[in-house]
């Protein structure tokens, strides 16, 4: 039920039928809908087990057959952050996503090989900045919009399916 309330708090109006796609996620990951005129569903894990490097999470993930978020679809930024809102333990923390601009220098990149829109309304003012010394973006408290974090700093991770 805690899918269906967080949508509804949205305002959301979404009738998901039952034993349908609200109960497709892997046990530990959270359904997110990230288009509610589209009914497609997406899975989100908040890996706060431990921190973890950059390139730990991503292995991680990938242990998970998942992978590191892509909030590329910008709705669904939002709806973490509003997840992230409603949980008081994930406030005043940090969260690995999937881009990274460690192959070449200022082009950030998701680990599918995607490019990341850059700019407002999703990267945090002045934001990415650091040069080599910050190659991996994150969600960094307390906006959760993204940021470039120093390069081994660890912190929570998000992995998708
Ligand atoms: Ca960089």
């Given at each position: ?49 431990r ?7 991503h ?53 599918n ?49």
């Amino acid at each position: 039920m805690k899918e269906l309330w967080h949508l509804s708090a949205l305002g959301i109006l979404l009738l998901i039928p039952s034993g349908e796609a609200s109960t497709d996620c892997p046990e530990g990951f959270v359904s997110f809908f990230a288009d509610p005129s589209i009914p497609m569903e997406t899975c989100l894990l908040f890996a706060m087990d431990r921190k973890r490097e950059w390139h730990e999470a991503h292995t991680y993930c990938n242990s998970l057959r998942s992978e590191l978020a892509n909030l590329d679809d910008g709705e669904l930024h939002w709806q973490v952050i509003d997840y992230i809102h409603r949980n008081p333990d994930m406030l005043d923390e940090a969260f690995h996503i999937g881009c990274t601009d460690e192959v070449t220098e200022g082009k950030w990149l998701w680990v599918n090989g995607s490019p990341v829109r850059m700019g407002p309304p999703h990267w945090f003012y002045n934001q990415p900045d650091g040069g080599t010394r910050e190659n991996y973006c994150c969600l960094y408290y307390d906006d959760f919009l993204y940021s470039s974090c120093v390069n081994r700093q660890t912190m929570y991770t998000i992995c998708q399916i």
